[in-house]
């Protein structure tokens, strides 16, 4: 029995210009593949794809699971394929791997997820957007028809199809995702040419949500569009309307609003994976949950923990604007990755005296806020370049009180 397996990721094993140039060497020679278990940090367990000793990709996510299968089934940590064909404008290939395996058993091994055990308990929640309907409709109409074949009219399911492509750029649930893979399949085994062409452009839309170009739009496009949507408004109103005797009381109003940011950051402080390190890197955050595989009630939960976030930080003026939040990612891994201490740092540091600064950064070096081994010239360029820091590299280093053996 033969099985096959989408290699993705090509993007982070080599350069950019050379990615056609490994794609046509693939097509061409069809070399042998091996599959390796990896443990990591962020995303759990990956299987990455050698040639020989190079690094070419990794397994895709939704064959990741029976990939593992096999391996289990197998004994082993190690599988042997070789290139079957290529998708150049996927940037994918897929692999050829020869054995009996049983087909996994999607029930087992479920019983404790690891989003089992993390919920946010704050109300209210970020009711789902018109388009989040319309989204949902399409996918149930789509694999209905292409799982059943119930003769709709062809016509009706190519704009439900068009509807999944231009609503699906978003959603990294679990739930999702898998239905999108699935339509996937299903697509291009159509006997209609026109419906196998979604095929591919489904791959694509697939692919694309952990590219650095998709990234870069969560941060930039999704989270402000979903904290500026109606339905934040409509979650903030309702808080409002909860906490209305203590917010029209001067005395209670910053309080109450305290309280509840305290509590959500200790709600996020209990998300699995360390995600609660990336929260304020929402491109990332995102990037990461799409490979957690995150249901999509938790989802809706940590969007609506965020949102809720980012508007009580706005009445108390502790929202960043985007120069601010790029100096805190830089400063972020001086401190140990604690973006709220770097905040707290900028806020004690901006508009102080030099030998102020030195004297702060010395003592917070000594107390293990702050890398010994990063807090001369790494951190000196930043608050330098940020205008904070003015002096010269030569003077901040002789006003450090640094000794080795702290950090």
Same mark, same amino acid.
Request: hydrophobic letters at 40%; one cysteine or more.
């Given at each position: ?59 895709? +996510? ?56 993390? +919920? ?288």
């Amino acid at each position: 029995m033969e099985t096959h397996v989408q290699i993705t990721g090509l993007q982070y094993a080599c350069k950019e210009a050379e990615i056609p140039v490994v794609m046509t060497t693939l097509e061409k020679q069809k070399p042998e593949v091996l599959l390796v278990t990896e443990q990591t940090h962020d995303f759990g367990i990956i299987v990455r794809a050698l040639i020989g000793t190079t690094f070419r990709g990794v397994v895709s +996510r939704f064959d990741l699971e029976n990939v593992l299968s096999m391996m289990q089934c197998g004994n082993t940590s190690v599988l042997v394929g070789q290139v079957a064909d290529t998708d150049p404008e996927g940037r994918c290939y897929n692999i050829c791997i020869s054995g009996d395996y049983p087909t996994p058993d999607k029930t087992a091994g479920c019983t404790l997820c690891r989003w089992d055990e993390w +919920r946010w308990t704050g109300t209210p929640l970020l009711d789902c957007c018109p388009d989040d309907r319309r989204l949902d409709i399409s996918l149930k109409v789509a694999l209905a028809e292409l799982r059943l074949g119930r003769s709709m009219n062809k016509q009706t399911l190519l704009e439900h199809l068009d509807i999944i492509l231009q609503l699906a750029r978003w959603d990294v649930s679990q739930e999702t995702q898998q239905q999108l893979n699935h339509i996937r399949l299903l697509a291009g085994q159509h006997t209609d040419s026109e419906v196998r062409s979604f095929a591919p452009r489904l791959r694509h839309t697939l692919t694309a949500l952990g590219s650095k170009k998709r990234i870069k739009e969560f941060q930039d496009t999704f989270l402000p569009m979903l904290c500026q949507s109606k339905e934040a408004e409509q979650m903030y109103c309702l808080w409002s309307s909860m906490h209305k005797a203590e917010l029209s009381d001067i005395r209670l109003w910053q309080p109450t609003i305290t309280s509840q940011l305290e509590a959500i950051e200790d709600c996020l402080k209990q998300l699995p994976a360390d995600l609660c390190y990336q929260k304020d890197q929402f491109g990332a955050l995102m990037h990461r949950l799409l490979y957690l595989n995150i249901p999509r009630c938790k989802l809706m939960m940590l969007l609506s923990a965020l949102v809720m976030r980012r508007k009580l930080q706005m009445l108390l003026g502790l929202s960043d604007d985007e120069a601010e939040r790029q100096l805190t990612l830089q400063l972020a891994p001086i401190f140990y990755g604690d973006t709220e201490r770097v905040r707290k740092f900028l806020l004690l540091a901006r508009g102080q005296k030099g030998a102020d600064i030195t004297s702060l950064v010395s003592r917070w070096v000594r107390d293990s806020h702050i890398c010994a081994a990063l807090c001369h010239r790494p951190l000196w360029t930043i608050l330098h370049d940020a205008g904070i820091y003015k002096a010269t590299e030569s003077n901040w280093n002789i006003q450090l009180n640094i000794r080795k053996s702290w950090g």
